[in-house]
């Protein structure tokens, strides 16, 4: 009798998985129905998506079987998902993903605390501080300086956990991609520039954030490392060094101190003078883009 009963228990049980996994899937769909951007911050909506994630990868379901509107609305929490456990060592490759990126950031911070003499650069409605100075091994860097009216968190997001969402707001990307996550502070991304008087250009791109008390660093790099070919019609050009520095605005925290180092070098038949004139541009229409973004999902 016991043995029947057993059986009987695990009949029932098997007859109840299968409409427990539909039901988890119905909630996917219907989540997936909802997650637009307006919605996006419905109370319990980013709750409910990270109890189905992790229903679903306790049942043996792959990160890459999740609907990626559903990765995209849990955001940080979907990537979280995906890390592998702390058990899992990392590759050799990744290892050298997290050197570049730390190595970048020392690079950045020579630069920011030793004394230079930055230039002025007249970009008309920069909505910026534009400078710049030449550095041995980087040639002309190119330095922005502005106050935003978003606390260093929201910006953070931003400009490191939502990476992918950025050609929403920057009309200057088409397409943004992470490849891989060698680990939690470290990115491997593709970027792809739109079209532009000087062509278009695509990017693979080594990045790594450091927190401090005082500050969070966003810095970038070329990848050297299993770097996919470039699209069609795009050059490959590389940043020599990128570094966004995010600081509490003293007395204000609920504004941003931002400071962005860039150097880059755009490759093809662009001549050393055009791309000095392009780059502080681009850095005055990225701030430009990223303020306006700012400004219209405040109240979202």
């Known amino acids: 009798m016991p043995a029947i009963k057993a059986k009987g228990d695990a009949v029932r049980a098997c007859r109840l998985a299968a409409p ?25 909506l980013k709750t409910a998506a990270t109890a189905v994630m992790q229903e679903l990868t306790g049942s043996h379901c792959l990160h890459s079987e999740v609907p990626p509107c559903i990765q995209r609305l849990m955001g940080k929490d979907a990537a979280r998902c995906a890390e592998p456990t702390a058990d899992t060592q990392p590759s050799s490759t990744d290892l050298s993903y997290i050197h570049q990126g730390e190595k970048a950031l020392q690079r950045a911070l020579g630069i920011l605390q030793q004394p230079h003499c930055w230039q002025p650069e007249a970009v008309p409605n920069a909505g910026a501080a534009m400078s710049s100075t030449a550095l041995p091994g980087l ?3 190119f330095r ?3 106050v935003l009216a978003v606390p260093v968190g929201r910006l953070q997001g931003e400009l490191f956990e939502r990476l992918e969402e950025m050609p929403r707001w920057n009309p200057s990307l088409s ?18 520039t739109a079209a532009s008087p000087v062509g278009r250009r695509d990017f693979v791109s080594t990045r790594h954030r450091s927190r401090t008390r005082a500050a969070i660093y966003l810095v970038g790099t070329t990848a050297h490392l299993e770097r996919p070919p470039a699209p069609q019609g795009c050059v490959r050009a590389e940043t020599r060094l990128s570094c966004i520095v995010l600081q509490p605005l003293p007395g204000n925290p609920s504004c941003t101190r931002v400071t962005w180092l860039l150097s880059m070098d755009l490759k093809g038949w662009i001549p050393t003078s055009v791309t000095n004139r392009v780059l502080p541009q681009c850095q005055a229409k990225f ?3 990223l303020r306006q973004h700012l400004s219209s999902t405040a109240c979202l």
């Open 175 to 192: 397409r943004v991609e992470v490849l891989c996550r060698p680990g939690e502070d470290t990115l491997v991304t593709h970027e792809v």
């Open 139 to 141: 040639g002309r860097v």
């Open 287 to 289: 701030i430009g883009h």
């Open 144 to 146: 922005a300086e502005a």
């Open 20 to 44: 427990t996994r539909d039901m988890l899937q119905a909630i996917i769909k219907l989540c997936c129905g909802i997650a637009h951007d307006h919605l996006r911050k419905l109370p319990g």
